[in-house]
């Protein structure tokens, strides 16, 4: 879900579980932004990532000023 994707923090990659975990979304009202943490379990999400997007955003990281 693209409300999932956009909330998404470099505090919610887990290079070495190799995992992104997403709790919150994001969404725009009245031309604000909201972050809003997930109310359910089913909210609470693990994705397992394979190597090569580990590896990309490990570098990615590592590249942030």
């Given at each position: 879900r693209?409300?999932?994707?956009l909330?998404?923090?470099?505090?919610?990659?887990y290079?070495?579980?190799?995992?992104?975990r997403?709790n919150?979304t994001?969404s725009?009202?009245?031309?604000?932004?909201?972050h809003?943490?997930a109310k359910?379990?089913?909210?609470?999400?693990?994705i397992l990532?394979p190597?090569?997007i580990?590896?990309m955003?490990?570098?990615?990281?590592?590249?942030?000023?």
């Open positions: 693209s409300e999932e994707l909330a998404l923090t470099l505090s919610d990659f290079e070495k579980e190799k995992s992104i997403g919150k994001y725009r009202l009245h031309k604000k932004r909201h809003n943490i359910k379990e089913k909210g609470n999400r693990v990532l190597q090569f580990v590896d955003l490990a570098d990615y990281i590592n590249r942030l000023p």
